[in-house]
Structures are given as structure tokens and as C-alpha cells.
């Protein structure tokens, strides 16, 4: 099946830590994305890659850092530099060609820094 | 992008449709209106979207009214299952980024 996979599900860190979160899409999307959803909010933008070794930064990029290596692969890492970093973190991918707004996503990570 | 107003929450029975409603009364004319859906703690699902002419999918139906100042998305026969966070989006399709609002939360009783 073709999909969006986020690993793991759930995800618990000491403050200071880096931690990184997967993010792996098997339907040959260029466009791979990062969001993060506190309680009971939308959805805010991280950082965006429409193609392989290229990103840009979203709407709260500050204390995050991505890398795109590969095509099927959109890893985030949280660094100790960002404040507030407890939240639910959401993966997506579009194809640019067709209708970038499409985006699939995948299940959600959710990250407890304490 | 535009912005978009939706209601904050509504309850739907089972069985019967339930429409949701959408202001985008500054939506320019390249601007297309989109929907999803977030089921809790799940990510977001694409529903439908459209520019000016009604849409229907297999999952629901798109209405925007002519001057495209508002829009309204029907689910024709709500189940439980439909019990989710929907979000109305307007965006352009060049490339730019989805502006997720708080959405409105639907709740489907029996």
C-alpha cells in the first residue's frame, strides 16, 4: 500500500536533548512537508521540500532543522533550542505536478519533552 | 491567501447530511477552496476542493455560492465515523502553503 509512514508514534525526551523524527512516503511525491499541531490548534507550517536537496523554511522554523537526502525521506530533527517543542508533529507529501494543495499525511508523531 | 471563517463547532444526527459552512469573503479570482479533515490524533485527511463550479467526490460535495465569498461542504449521510475537525483552506495553486484555521468540530450523534 502506498502511504506515509511516521516512526514512532509516540516519543519521550529529557530538555537538552536533539531528537529526531522519520518521516518515509512510498508514493513518489516531491513535495514533502513538516507541520506541527498544539491542543486544540490548526496546523503550522515547519519546513516544506519540494525536491531532493532542496528545503525552506515555514512558519516556525526556528529550532528545528531538516534534511532531504532522498526522495522517499523528509527527517526532522527538534533541537534543544526550541522552546516549546511538547507537540504533535505531522508529515505530508503532494505531488507538485498534479496539485501540491493535495497533501497526504501521515499518522502523527507526538513528542513529550519534559 | 485569503482568510476563513468557520463555526467553531456543530452536531449533526446520524443518517441525515450535515453542511458546513465557510466564509472566504476576500478570496481572489486564481484562489481554489479546499477541505479536510482531522479525525483525533490522526493526521489530516483531503476531502475535496474547488474554484467556482460545485464539486462532488465520493466522500462529499463542494457548494460555493457564485460570488465565491463563501462555500459550503456537505457530507450527504453523516455517520459516526464522521466525527472530526474540518478545515476550509483557500489557496492559490502556484506554490505557497496551506493556511490551517482551528476548524470546525463536527460531532455526529446516533
Not at chain 2, 26 to 49: F, K
Request: charged share 20%; hydrophobic share 30%.
Amino acid at each position: 500500500d502506498g502511504g506515509i509512514t511516521q516512526s514512532p508514534k509516540y516519543l519521550f525526551r529529557k530538555e537538552g536533548q536533539n531528537v529526531t523524527l522519520s518521516c518515509e512516503q512510498n508514493l513518489n511525491h516531491d513535495a514533502m512537508y513538516w507541520y506541527r499541531q498544539d491542543p486544540g490548534q490548526g496546523l503550522r507550517l515547519i519546513y516544506y521540500s519540494q525536491i531532493v536537496n532542496d528545503f525552506q523554511k515555514g512558519d516556525i522554523a526556528e529550532g528545528y532543522s531538516v534534511s532531504r537526502e532522498k526522495k522517499e525521506s523528509f527527517p526532522l530533527t527538534v533541537t534543544s533550542a526550541q522552546k516549546n517543542p511538547t507537540a504533535f508533529y505531522l508529515c505530508a507529501s503532494s505531488d507538485r505536478t498534479v496539485d501540491w494543495k493535495e497533501q497526504y499525511f501521515g499518522p502523527g508523531t507526538r513528542l513529550t519533552v519534559t | 491567501d485569503a482568510k476563513t471563517t468557520q463555526p467553531t463547532s456543530m452536531d449533526c444526527a446520524e443518517g441525515r447530511a450535515a453542511n458546513l459552512p465557510c466564509n472566504h469573503s476576500t478570496i481572489s479570482g486564481n484562489e481554489y477552496v479546499y477541505w479536510y479533515r482531522q479525525i483525533h490524533s490522526q493526521g489530516p485527511q483531503y476531502i475535496i476542493h474547488g474554484l467556482k463550479n460545485n464539486e462532488t467526490n465520493e466522500m462529499a460535495s463542494l457548494i460555493i455560492t457564485e460570488d465565491r465569498k463563501s462555500s459550503t461542504l456537505i457530507l450527504p449521510h453523516a455517520t459516526l465515523r464522521d466525527t472530526a475537525v474540518y478545515y476550509c483552506i483557500v489557496g492559490t495553486d502556484s506554490w505557497g502553503k496551506l493556511q490551517f484555521g482551528a476548524g470546525t468540530q463536527v460531532v455526529v450523534t446516533p
